[in-house]
Each structure stands twice: as C-alpha cells, then as structure tokens.
C-alpha cells in the first residue's frame, strides 16, 4: 500500500496575517524552480553558443593574421629577390674608360721663325697639353702609342719678309709617316696683308708607332709664333 505524504507549505506573508489557508503549493514552487532552471538552461546555451562563435571568430582572425604575416614574409623575400636581381644585373652606363688615358696634345710655336729650311720639321715647342706623352715637343712629331681613329688640326700663320719684292704663297704640309697628306698655303704680300693664315682639321686612322708631323716645303719662308697664333694639336677619338 502507497502512502501519500501531502505537505503544505504557508507562505510566510499568510502566517503573518494569520491566515493559515495555503497560497503556494509544492507542486508550484517545483514548477518555479524547473522554470528557473530551464531559463538557466537556455541562457547557458545561448552563453555557450556565444564561446562557440567568439573561438570562431577568434579562429578566423588568427587564421587571417597568419595569412597576412604569410603573405607579408613573402612579400618582403619577393623584394629581396628582386633586390638581388637588380643589384646583379645592373647596367653599367658610366662612360667607357679606356685602360690608359686617350692620347692628346696641344702644342704652339712660341717664337718666330725667321727663315725655314725646305722638308724640316716645325718644331712646335710650347707643349700645353701632352696625354699620354705621345708628342715629342723636341721634335715636333706626334706617335701613336696605339692604334685607332685620330683627329689633328694645324694652324700656320706666315708673315711677309720685307728682303722679298712681292707678294709670295707659302706652303706646308701635313705629312704621315714622311709622306704628304695634306698641304696648307699662305699667301702674304707688302700691298695687302702682311699676315696670312692657313689652318686644317682632319682624321686620320693610325697604326701602333705611326707618326704625325708638319714642315715647310719651302725655304727662307717667315713663321709668325711670338703671338700664339701657329698651332699642331691632336687626340684619340676611339
């Protein structure tokens, strides 16, 4: 045989009114309490539903920030890459240089010459510039120490002597090796001019030891000098 206990439970507020008649049962306040634990229940979910989702999102942005720290080291080895690349395969456009300095010179007549002798080299003995030490100033000649593509010019200034009864043409020569290459002409005379000049630019393509040099081809013939106007000059061009 069951035996059913029934127990009544007074609220607090009935004793104290002195009323004895119950309000609340036992079977309600279990009703509350499985109420309140359902709501706990639920908010629990609901809590847990929200760690859940805060690890995912905080998986995602661990997950984006290694991305971005992947792609930032690759970036950065892609930079170093090119870096290297650049510094290997850099184009030199400084001009080039030759191992030793271009040949050049520029040398003047100094004095006068008074009186030529036919075929004798014009000594040009001011030597202003002479790279490379190729122009002997004692000589007058020009050599190649090594071979290629020149350029010369010459300037002569000749002068009418007074012992001459007329105007007279005076001519030089530009010569390779001893041999004519080009000529130059002077023509002065008491009437009309005193001083005359005659001046050539030329190229000339030379060989290891040629040389280079200019003389009258004429005798008794006036080289005006002392007032730097007779010139020889001459440099590599490649």
Do not use: W
């Not at 539903?49 to 995602?60: A, D, F, G, R, W």
């Not at 004095?111 to 190729?134: L, P, Q, W």
């Amino acid at each position: 045989m069951t035996v059913r206990i029934c127990v009544t439970i007074l609220c607090l507020s009935c004793v104290s009114s002195g009323i004895l008649e119950p309000r609340c049962t036992r079977f309600e306040y279990d009703e509350q309490l499985l109420e309140k634990a359902i709501r706990m229940e639920i908010r629990l979910v609901e809590l847990a539903k929200t760690v859940e989702n805060l690890q995912i999102e905080n998986k995602n942005l661990k997950e984006s920030v290694d991305n971005n720290s992947a792609s930032s080291l690759a970036l950065q080895d892609g930079l170093e890459r090119l870096r290297t690349v650049f510094n290997t395969n850099t184009v030199d456009i400084s001009p080039v240089k030759h191992k030793d300095p271009r040949p050049a010179f520029l040398a003047i007549l100094s004095n006068d010459i008074r009186a030529t002798t036919a075929g004798h080299t014009i000594v040009f003995d001011d030597v202003v510039t002479n790279i490379g030490s190729a122009y002997n100033g004692k000589t007058g000649t020009f050599t190649a120490p090594i071979e290629g593509l020149y350029l010369f010019s010459v300037k002569i200034t000749g002068f009418y002597k007074s012992t001459a009864s007329s105007g007279t043409t005076d001519q030089y020569q530009l010569k390779l090796n001893n041999n004519l290459y080009l000529r130059l002409y002077t023509n002065v005379n008491s009437g009309t001019h005193s001083f005359d000049s005659s001046s050539v630019v030329t190229v000339l393509e030379l060989g290891k030891g040629d040389r280079v040099n200019v003389d009258c081809q004429q005798s008794d013939k006036y080289v005006e000098g002392s007032s730097r106007n007779t010139f020889f000059s001459g440099f590599l061009i490649e």
